[in-house]
């Protein structure tokens, strides 16, 4: 089980590793007065489409334009940076990185859209406080409205985190399924689910009762990820 351990927790890291940055900002932009209301209800009509396409598209699409994309780019990486561990493979195709990407952008819908809802749920007395003792835009942003809306940004991370980590199709048809732990990004890898995806259909006796074994492991992990997401915002709250 440790190789599929280890590419559910790494490939769910290099997911939300780029989503959380792109989503927060992006539901910043949307909940504030930044753009205008049209194209901001385009937009925001955009990332909520985003979130309806099923996963077998993503991986298609993965497969045809992204895979291609990330070995050109994996490749340029192993030469100039190979003497780093994270690059020290040549990539061939599908592995470790195109499986983060393509969730990545599996998971920037849910973090926009939730990150959004939280922030507009902020009263407005908060900004207007905050701007009334000379906060610049910027300041009451970082400085009042995200520490308020912390908690509902946490949620939508760990909804995220919870996608990423039980998402099956586009990351059984990309990452490789190989049962091999590798510090490298372009080796290909294996996760959970991709495990369960591929054996389950076909396994008897012993093996069902060792895939139900992965898929109990894969339900603790979640729910320990979700318990320390909770003890975060209990202690952000306190603070």
Excluded: C, H
Excluded at 215 to 239: D, G, M, Q, S, Y
């Amino acid at each position: 089980m440790l190789p599929q351990v280890y590419g559910t927790l790494l490939s769910s890291f290099i997911g939300l590793l780029i989503a959380v940055p792109i989503g927060v900002g992006t539901a910043i932009v949307l909940s504030e007065d930044f753009l205008p209301a049209k194209v901001k209800l385009v937009l925001v009509f955009a990332v909520e489409l985003l979130a309806a396409i099923p996963s077998v598209v993503y991986g298609v699409w993965g497969i045809f334009v992204l895979v291609p994309i990330l070995t050109n780019f994996g490749k340029w990486l192993n030469s100039y940076f190979g003497w780093l561990p994270f690059f020290s493979t040549s990539p061939t195709g599908p592995g470790m990185l195109p499986a983060g990407v393509i969730l990545a952008i599996m998971t920037l819908p849910i973090i926009t859209a939730l990150s959004r809802d939280a922030l507009i749920s902020i009263p407005p007395s908060l900004r207007q406080a905050a701007v009334g003792l000379g906060a610049t835009r910027w300041e009451t942003i970082l400085q009042v409205l995200i520490p308020a809306a912390f908690s509902g940004i946490v949620s939508a991370v760990m909804l995220a985190l919870g996608r990423a980590m039980g998402e099956t199709m586009a990351v059984t048809m990309l990452i490789g399924n190989s049962n091999n732990i590798s510090i490298s990004l372009l080796a290909p890898a294996n996760t959970i689910s991709s495990l369960l995806a591929n054996q389950f259909s076909e396994a008897s006796g012993l093996q069902v009762a060792a895939l139900m074994y992965a898929a109990l492991v894969l339900f603790f992990l979640t729910l320990a990820v979700n318990i320390l997401a909770e003890l975060i915002v209990i202690r952000v709250k306190r603070v």
